[in-house]
C-alpha cells in the first residue's frame, strides 16, 4: 500500500525565519508525483509546490522549495522567511497518476510567531 | 469561473437520516473526487470518477454511494448517517495533462451526525 509519513505533528517558526517541514512517502512505482498542500483554518486546500518524480531538479516557487531525494523517498518542504500568513497545516501527498488519485500523509501543522 | 463549489457548507444530520452532497466543477476536468477529513487527519479517498457514467471506489467507500451523468457534476449520498461518518468532506476535480495532476478543492462540507 501507498503510504505518506509526515513526522512532526507540530512545528513552530519565528518571523522572517526558515523552517523545514518533513515527508517520506513508499512505493514501488518509477513514475510518480508529489505536492505539499496548504490548509488554512479556512479549511480551503491550497496547493503550494508539485515535483515530478523524473525531475532531479528540486521544485521552487518563491518562498517555497522541494528537497527530493528519490532514492531515500524523502520530500521535505523548506519555507524562508516566514510570514504569518504561512501559519496553517501542511500535507504532503502523492500519486502515480493513476486516476491522479491522490495518498496524504496527516498533516504539520505549522504555527509563525513574532 | 467559480472552481470547484460545494453545498452545503455545513449541515447537521440525526442518525439514520440520508443526504446528498453536491459538487459541481466548472473546469471542464474530466477526473473528480470525495474525499473526508476527520480531526487531526489528513485526507481519505471515499469515491472518484474519471469520466462521466465511471466511478470506482476509494479508500473508504463503506456508506456512501456516488453518480456521475455529466462531466461538471459529481454528487456523493449518505444513506443511514452514523456518527462514524461526522467529518468534513471535500471534492475535488482533476484534469492530468503533460506533469500537472494536482487536483482542485471545493471548500468543503462540515457534517456532523447526531
Known amino acids: 500500500a501507498q503510504t505518506v509519513t509526515q513526522s512532526q505533528p507540530e512545528m513552530s517558526v519565528q518571523e522572517a525565519e526558515t523552517v523545514t517541514l518533513s515527508c517520506t512517502y513508499d512505493?514501488?512505482?518509477?513514475?510518480?508525483?508529489l505536492f505539499w498542500y496548504k490548509q488554512p483554518p479556512s479549511r480551503q486546500m491550497i496547493l503550494v509546490i508539485r515535483q515530478e518524480a523524473y525531475k532531479q531538479q528540486n521544485a521552487t516557487e518563491n518562498r517555497f522549495s522541494v528537497n527530493f531525494q528519490k532514492a531515500a523517498k524523502s520530500f521535505s518542504l523548506k519555507i524562508s522567511d516566514s510570514q504569518l500568513g504561512d501559519a496553517a497545516m501542511y500535507f504532503c501527498?502523492?500519486?502515480?497518476?493513476?486516476?491522479?488519485?491522490?495518498?496524504f500523509g496527516t498533516g504539520t501543522r505549522l504555527q509563525v510567531t513574532l | 469561473n467559480a472552481g470547484v463549489t460545494q453545498t452545503p457548507k455545513f449541515r447537521i444530520l440525526k442518525i439514520g437520516q440520508s443526504m446528498t452532497l453536491q459538487c459541481t466543477q466548472d473546469m471542464n476536468h474530466n477526473y473528480m473526487y470525495w474525499y473526508r477529513q476527520d480531526p487531526g487527519m489528513g485526507l481519505k479517498l471515499i469515491y472518484y470518477s474519471v469520466g462521466a457514467g465511471i466511478t470506482d471506489k476509494g479508500e473508504v467507500p463503506n456508506g456512501y454511494n456516488v453518480s456521475r451523468s455529466t462531466t461538471e457534476d459529481f454528487p456523493l449520498r449518505l444513506e443511514l448517517a452514523a456518527p462514524s461518518q461526522t467529518s468534513v468532506y471535500f471534492c475535488a476535480s482533476s484534469y492530468p495533462s503533460g506533469s500537472k495532476y494536482e487536483q482542485y478543492f471545493g471548500p468543503g462540507t462540515r457534517l456532523t451526525v447526531t
Open positions: 501527498a502523492y500519486t502515480t497518476g493513476t486516476a491522479s488519485k491522490l495518498t
Open positions: 512505493t514501488s512505482e518509477s513514475d510518480y508525483y
